[in-house]
């Protein structure tokens, strides 16, 4: 039955249902302080990642959020620092983003429903996950939304022999007929946590995505960590890594001393129904996506793909079958649980 599974084993990775991999995760993440809540809300996150196929955004992460400079200092509750009927400004009280985050998602919606759009930025708070977990909550309460997520430098501006920007994805979310349509990328030529990931697992990448600490092209992981991933596409991925990185700033993130110091999040939702019958709006649009699906092929392709279609269907795919979890990353997070909890 191999050949059926989505993700055929090895002898590297083990499998796990989606229930194992949220209850490991869920004590790993206690045992670096966050409550049942907080942790049991991780987890989904994460595992929600890895059943869309992004292995580096699932359970890795959390040996990357054990070693963040940001654990070791004092956590508040997320709180509103200036607001208006259609906007918020947030302090996330240095809690991670995939807490903060869904907060700052939460108040959009309530806005969005009162006032038709809604403007949100989060300052203090860090690593953001999988973006589109947020926009998605956002378009299956019938919205639109953009986003934008600045952080601290791991980009090289082409020409430059030291990272100044960061990964800094943007995100759209539309609703949709059966599911929403969600387009989400990294302005990096490579995301920062499949950096940190082939890293700890001493791998490179097949081509050459940055540079190392003396500004040499460079595929290895960990040559990368010490200089810096290019954008992607060049200039014009440069131009709007950049962009990304100034509205962090209007969301809070700050300068010091020239130096990039704070992750930024923006999210500008709205209410299609401002512009047209939202009904009009997923009919046309689910009709511009027929019309593109039913296009003549190329020799060799089997059907023209569409933004998010594959992470859903592959979701529920996973929720049956598992998810495979690098055998290391497994060992390591048992191992934290372990020493918390040695009986």
Not at 123 to 140: D, H, I, T
Request: glycine share 10%; hydrophobic share 40%; charged share 25%.
């Amino acid at each position: 039955m191999t050949e059926n599974l989505l993700d055929n084993d090895n002898d590297d990775s083990v499998r796990m249902s989606v229930a194992e991999a949220r209850a490991l995760g869920e004590k790993a993440l206690g045992t670096l302080g966050f409550s049942s809540d907080d942790a049991a809300a991780i987890a989904t996150h994460l595992v929600d990642a890895s059943t869309w196929g992004y292995e580096f955004a699932g359970l890795p992460r959390i040996l990357v959020i054990a070693n963040r400079p940001e654990l070791k200092k004092p956590v508040t509750a997320v709180t509103v620092v200036k607001e208006t009927a259609v906007s918020a400004l947030l302090d996330g009280g240095n809690q991670v983003g995939y807490l903060s985050l869904n907060r700052a998602t939460d108040i959009a919606i309530e806005k969005v429903r009162t006032a038709g759009v809604a403007v949100v930025g989060l300052r203090n708070s860090w690593f953001a996950g999988r973006n589109a977990y947020y926009l998605e909550k956002v378009a299956r309460a019938g919205y639109a939304a953009v986003y934008f997520g600045s952080s601290t430098p791991t980009v090289v501006p082409p020409g430059a022999v030291q990272k100044a920007l960061g990964t800094n994805p943007m995100a759209i979310a539309l609703p949709g007929k059966d599911n929403p349509f969600i387009f989400d990328m990294g302005t990096a030529s490579v995301m920062s946590g499949e950096v940190l990931m082939k890293a700890f697992l001493g791998e490179g990448f097949s081509h050459i995505v940055g540079v190392d600490k003396d500004g040499n092209p460079t595929s290895d992981a960990r040559e990368l960590l010490e200089g810096g991933v290019l954008p992607f596409g060049g200039h014009k991925g440069y131009g709007l890594s950049l962009a990304v990185q100034a509205l962090g700033l209007m969301a809070g993130a700050r300068m010091r001393n020239g130096e990039v110091s704070d992750f930024g999040y923006l999210m500008i939702a709205f209410d299609p129904g401002l512009l047209m019958p939202a009904e009009q709006f997923i009919s046309e649009f689910q009709e511009l996506l027929e019309k593109i699906r039913g296009l003549p092929r190329q020799p060799g392709v089997s059907e023209i793909r569409i933004p998010s279609e594959r992470g859903f269907r592959e979701r529920e795919i996973r929720r049956k079958q598992g998810i495979l979890v690098n055998k290391r990353v497994v060992e390591r997070l048992r191992e934290m649980c372990e020493k918390a909890d040695p009986r």
